[in-house]
Structure formats: C-alpha cells, structure tokens
C-alpha cells in the first residue's frame, strides 16, 4: 500500500515539472508565395443563330392610299415663331366614313360642265376615336378638270385635334375649320393640279393665308402643302 502511495506522488510530481517547464508560443512564419495563375481554357465553338421571326403586322392598308403634308408658319400663342412640318399618311377604311363621302371622288355630269368633288381625311398616326383623332380633312370641286375652261368652285381645310410641339417641348392644340372665301381666309391657291380619272390619282399644291382672329395661333398663319391620294368611287 505505501509503494503504491509512493508511486502516486512521484507520478503526480513528474506531471508537475512537465507542465511547468512548458515554453511560450513562438512567431508566425512567413506566408508562403501565391502560386502562378493556371491557363484559361480554350473558349467553345459558337452556338448556330436562331431562325429569323416572322415580320410584324405593319399598317400597309392605311398607307396605301396616299398623303397630305402641310406646313404651317406664323407666331404661337406665347409670342413665339411656329414652323411646323407634319404628314397625314394614315386613312380610315370603314365602311361608315365611305358612306359619308370620306376619301371619295364624285363626277357629276350637268349639261354645260362635269363636276369633280373630291373629299379626303387624313391621319397622322393610326386613326382610333379618342387618342388618335389626329387629322385633316380636305374638299375641293372643279369644273371641267384638266379642261381649257377648267374653273376652281370650292375648298375648305379642317384640323381637328392637331397638336402643334416646339422644339421646347411646349405645345398648343388647334381645332380650325378653313373655307375658301370665308371670313379671315384668303383664296386657295392651287398648283400643279392632276387627276388621273382612271386610278382616281390626285395630285396638287396648296397655300393660303388665316387672319389672327380665325385660327387657334391667336396670329396671322400661313398654311401650304401637298395632297397626293388615291380617291375610291362609289358603285351606284
């Protein structure tokens, strides 16, 4: 028994000196240098492109039968110079604004004289009844067109909801209604008139002059442009 009490402390003892003779922590050693960057590899082989999708529906049917430019110049409401370029290309093609003489030509056949009465509408964007009404609306009739005694009868012009935008990105809204012969307009002048009775091809210049009281400028307004449309006939 008192060998192995003996024996304990002398473990006990050894333990001791061991711990106590235990030395501090040294330094962190330097990090070792990154290695070099492997090679990249080479890049694959372009994938095939993909089919072309089919063309987009485009407005083709309500181009197809002609234009009317106009170019106004005069003052804006703010005192400002207008100038101001814009082309109507877009036609309506309900039944109902046929039936209403729209984008129509009638020949009347009187015994002295053959009336033209022609009457176009004109878009500047895809006509839709409350955020594109957009438009111009010409009439005019001649006797005996393209003839020596060809006389000018009538025309009158109309902007409906025509926005006019400047440069600064500021805009006024005319709604005008222009008559031959009305007060504050001066006569129509027509040039280089053609009609082409078979296609019912129409072709002209046109310049006038409004008054500042009669249009929605507030000021003298010049008014010219071209008119280059195919008109339809009624079947009768």
Request: with cysteine.
């Amino acid at each position: 028994m008192k060998i192995t009490k003996l024996f304990g402390l002398a473990l006990l003892a050894l333990s001791i000196s061991i711990i106590s003779c235990t030395g501090e922590d040294g330094t962190d050693g330097i990090n070792g240098i990154d290695g070099a960057d492997g090679i990249n590899g080479q890049d694959g082989a372009d994938g095939q492109n993909g089919q072309d999708g089919a063309d987009g529906e485009g407005f083709d049917e309500m181009t197809q039968y002609g234009f009317i430019t106009m170019n106004l110049q005069g003052t804006r409401p703010d005192g400002v110079a207008l100038e101001d370029s814009s082309t109507f290309k877009f036609t309506p093609l309900g039944g109902e604004v046929f039936q209403e003489g729209f984008n129509t030509v009638t020949i009347q056949q009187l015994p002295d004289n053959t009336v033209y009465g022609f009457k176009m509408i004109r878009f500047i964007s895809a006509p839709e009844n409350i955020y594109n009404a957009n438009a111009v609306i010409f009439y005019l009739s001649f006797a005996n067109l393209g003839e020596e005694n060809e006389e000018f009868l009538n025309a009158s012009m109309t902007l409906n909801d025509y926005t006019v935008i400047g440069e600064d990105n500021k805009f006024f809204v005319m709604n005008d209604y222009f008559e031959s012969g009305g007060a504050g307009v001066s006569d129509f002048e027509f040039t280089d008139m053609a009609f082409d009775a078979g296609t019912n091809h129409l072709t002209f210049s046109y310049s006038f002059m409004v008054t500042d009281d009669q249009n929605d400028s507030g000021h003298e307004l010049t008014v010219m442009g071209e008119v280059d449309v195919y008109l339809l006939e009624e079947i009768q």
